[in-house]
């Protein structure tokens, strides 16, 4: 089946910094969405990319669809302590189940 | 704006019993995912419905069983309960399963059932 390779697995960073994640596939995927989860929560969308090479900006957070569809990157700027969560990467193919990364668990230090 | 809605959020129960979660999709949302998440795991896909069928499959063990109702709530009704079963169960809808790459396929989740199995 597909899989999702999602790095880093953990992140410890000072509030205020920058933050950059990703995740890589072997099979191309229609969209990629990115996904924030707080302990005991259901997984909540940051962004959702449609085309690749799309770029999309969400407040403080940006993330690409690569030109391959089979990577896509999440960057988080001027981390604060409510960026403390995991956060996930999704593939979908037209309309189908949502393929998900293995996660990256982030904490920042205030 | 209303979410998903899931019930119970946590349930605690004995080996070999039965549990049933429910799902109460987005009002419109004709889609419904259901995933399991194991603890230090990423949401585990186990199968969905689309207008009341069944849509598409995945892990989802024989003893688990799911459908979709008239006013398109899910439930998942699991049997023969198994120490790994415990686990986060979450819900998702959407509207329409016909494909295509656009904002009616992105997937809502619920806050998840928390299922305890001893």
């Known amino acids: 089946g597909q899989q999702l390779n999602q790095s880093p697995q953990s992140m410890f960073i000072q509030e205020g910094e920058d933050v950059s994640m990703n995740c890589t596939s072997s099979?191309?995927?229609?969209?990629w969405l990115w996904y924030k989860q707080d302990p005991g929560e259901g997984p909540v969308l940051l962004i959702a990319l449609y085309k690749a090479g799309e770029l999309t900006s969400n407040g403080r957070l940006t993330a690409q669809f690569g030109i391959t569809r089979k990577d896509s990157f999440l960057n988080i700027s001027a981390s604060i302590p409510s960026d403390v969560g995991i956060y996930f990467c999704a593939g979908q193919t037209s309309g189908s189940r949502l393929t998900f990364g293995e996660g990256t668990q982030l904490t920042v230090n205030p | 704006a209303a979410g998903v809605i899931q019930s119970p959020r946590h349930l605690i129960k004995e080996k070999r019993e039965t549990a049933t979660l429910k799902c109460y999709p987005i009002?419109?949302?004709?889609?419904v995912y259901w995933y399991q998440q194991g603890p230090g795991q990423d949401p585990q896909f186990l199968i969905s419905?689309?207008?009341?069928?069944?849509?598409d499959k995945g892990s989802i063990p024989d003893r688990f069983s799911a459908q979709q109702f008239s006013d398109y709530h899910s439930e998942l009704n699991m049997s023969s309960l198994e120490l790994g079963d415990s686990a986060l169960y979450f819900c998702?809808?959407?509207?329409?399963?016909?494909?295509?790459?656009?904002?009616?396929?992105?997937?809502?989740f619920g806050a998840g059932s928390r299922l305890t199995v001893l």
């Open positions: 998702a809808s959407t509207i329409g399963a016909s494909g295509g790459s656009s904002g009616a396929n992105v997937l809502t």
């Open positions: 009002p419109r949302h004709d889609t």
């Open positions: 099979s191309i995927f229609n969209t």
């Open positions: 419905f689309y207008e009341k069928m069944q849509s």
